[in-house]
């Protein structure tokens, strides 16, 4: 029998949720965090589809300043439904963002209290992503891996170009597009943070499994999802009208 002493606890799993961003190439007259599709904005639906997933303890919003009233309208909505639906127990919370995606992710792991937790990062304009991708990334890391992503593979054929020159072509059998959300282990992604600004290398770290490679962490996949592709066009948001018509939810 184990004693208490000996029994390990089972981490929290906290969402970040990235809204702070503008999305202007959607084209549209609020920033794309804000847009409706079906009579929900993608942020309510991508709250929604984290909460459904069962797997999450707490939702962490980063927001804009000027969007915080609006952002918590749509949370309380959230809230409110929350008190019918038990899928919808964790709590929400508001944080405010940064103008840069890896400011309002840093804003948002400063925000958490914990020592050691597992930290799920999502943008808010993967709208469609299914609860069942949540729950597979959030235990390959609950399982032990410091950080997951999913992963789907690629249909096109992929150059490297420069000087409008085609460079390389590499092998698409080895390459995979990356969707949100994204696992971590909560120290290991601080960690790795810290020492990204301390040093402020010369890449940019374009998503947070990035930054992990950098650090020199093991990064695992596990697979990803079509419905999990990011709303960033009028076209993607067409797409998405498409796959939503039938339940108008």
Do not use: C
Request: zero cysteines; charged letters at 25%.
């Amino acid at each position: 029998m184990t004693s208490p002493s000996t029994t390990k606890t089972k981490p929290r799993v906290i969402a970040l949720i990235a809204a702070a961003g503008q999305g202007t190439r959607l084209g549209a007259e609020v920033p794309k965090a804000y847009v409706e599709l079906r009579g929900r904005t993608l942020l309510e639906r991508s709250v929604r589809a984290l909460l459904a997933s069962g797997v999450v303890d707490e939702v962490i919003v980063l927001v804009s300043p000027d969007m915080e009233p609006e952002a918590a309208r749509i949370i309380g909505r959230i809230d409110t439904a929350g008190a019918k639906d038990t899928t919808n127990a964790a709590p929400i919370r508001l944080v405010h963002g940064g103008s840069e995606r890896a400011d309002s992710v840093w804003a948002g792991l400063q925000a958490i209290p914990d020592d050691d937790a597992v930290v799920l990062i999502h943008d808010a304009a993967r709208a469609l992503t299914p609860p069942a991708m949540v729950r597979g990334v959030a235990k390959r890391v609950l399982e032990g891996a410091p950080a997951a992503v999913p992963v789907v593979p690629v249909a096109d054929t992929i150059k490297e170009v420069a000087a409008d020159a085609v460079v390389s072509t590499p092998d698409r059998s080895r390459l995979r597009a990356v969707q949100t959300p994204q696992a971590f282990r909560l120290p290991a992604l601080r960690q790795a943070n810290l020492d990204y600004w301390a040093e402020q290398p010369e890449f940019t770290a374009t998503d947070d499994a990035s930054l992990m490679e950098w650090h020199g962490e093991h990064v695992a996949t596990v697979p990803g999802d079509t419905l999990a592709f990011k709303i960033t066009t009028p076209i993607d948001l067409t797409l998405a009208h498409a796959l939503t018509e039938e339940t108008h939810d």
